[in-house]
């Protein structure tokens, strides 16, 4: 005779007998840095989600960091007069980017800086890439990503997060790592990163979305896992550190078996339009927000993520601790 309900019969059972717990060292806090002083802009499709200039982002991170977080991934909103089809602001050693590295790091040099390493912020297209008569160039991008990244590390970032999908970015960053004597800057492959829907408030948060066409030629066919694994061997044999799944819920199978069949740490992006279903469901009142939360982050954790990029962070954070 079995009588399952026993395991579920008390909180003490249930706690003893819970396979999968979240911590407040699983979570990565992605940042939107804009030129300024004194700015802290609600961004409109992610309410309670903010871009900082780089005085107010003293505070957010020191806020961070008293929650015991331990990681923040950058990105940037750069001016439009600065974009070019090559990236080349993304390269200027005193450009946004490379200050709020410095900035994080004055405040807090034990919190690790992870970088949105990809062409769109700082593109007049708004692709992630170089464009040549409507395409993307692989090989072309490829080296302006290795400069970003040697750029990036240079200004005192722990790790980049290459998120561009272009074929051999992530050897090509190893190797101008090495040759820069870079040699225990880490590297966060966007491995299995799919063309989805769930980026649409990022790319409201950074003025990004593309300015013709789609990003179907490098990110991938959200019904297909295959290429996502192989996507993730490729990264993890070009020197991969950590290997990312992107965006998170929707792709559970996915985490769950880059985790299964590979090596390295695996980590998930809860985007922002995750974000955003479950603002805007609880603003409706029809979730409750916390519980929301922490079910959802829950799931990606059961799914195999040993960490989590999420706009959820704080909150996170806060509901753990109290
Ligand atoms: C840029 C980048 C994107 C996200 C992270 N890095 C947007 C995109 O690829 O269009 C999305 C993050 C989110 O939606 O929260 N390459």
């Keep these: 005779m079995h009588r399952p309900r026993i395991l579920r019969s008390s909180p003490a059972i249930r706690s003893l007998v819970q396979e999968s717990s979240l911590s407040v060292n699983d979570f990565m806090v992605p940042l939107f840095v804009v030129e300024g002083k004194g700015v ?5 499709s992610m309410p309670g989600y903010y871009r900082f200039s780089l005085d107010v ?24 007069s600065l974009k070019d089809n090559s990236g080349t602001e993304a390269l200027n050693p005193d450009g946004l980017m490379q200050r709020a590295i410095r900035t994080v790091k004055e405040v807090n040099p034990n919190l690790l800086v992870l970088t949105d390493v990809a062409l769109d912020p700082f593109s007049s297209y708004g692709h992630d890439g170089i464009v040549e008569d409507g395409k993307i160039l692989n090989d072309a991008t490829v080296e302006v990503l290795q400069q970003m990244a040697v750029s990036h590390i240079a200004a005192g970032a722990d790790w980049v997060a290459p998120s561009d999908m272009m074929d051999g970015r992530i050897g090509a960053i190893r190797l101008a790592f090495e040759e820069a004597g870079y040699h225990d800057a880490g590297i966060m492959a ?8 769930f980026y649409g408030p990022f790319r409201d948060a950074l003025d990004s979305a593309p300015g013709f066409g789609d990003k179907k030629t490098y990110q ?5 896992i295959r290429e996502g694994l192989k996507e993730a061997m490729l990264d993890q044999e070009e020197g991969a550190d950590m290997l990312m799944v992107k965006p998170a819920v929707a792709y559970l199978d996915v985490i769950k078996t880059i985790k299964d069949e590979l090596l390295l740490p695996v980590s998930a992006y809860h985007v922002s339009g995750e974000y955003a279903m479950i603002k805007a469901a609880a603003e409706k009142g029809w979730l409750n927000e916390n519980q929301a939360i922490l079910e959802t982050l ?25």
Excluded at 40 to 44: L, V
Excluded at 298 to 316: L, P
Aim: one cysteine or more.
């Design 57 to 80: 982002l003293r505070d957010e991170v020191r806020e961070i960091s008293d929650l015991g977080l331990k990681s923040v991934l950058l990105f940037v909103k750069v001016d439009d």
């Design 40 to 44: 802290k802009e609600e961004i409109s």
């Design 190 to 197: 966007y491995s299995a990163k799919y063309a989805s829907c």
């Design 220 to 224: 991938m066919n959200p019904a297909n």
């Design 298 to 322: 829950t799931s990606i954790k059961r799914a195999g993520a040993d960490v989590i990029a999420t706009y959820f962070a704080k909150d996170a954070a806060r509901l753990l601790n109290s």
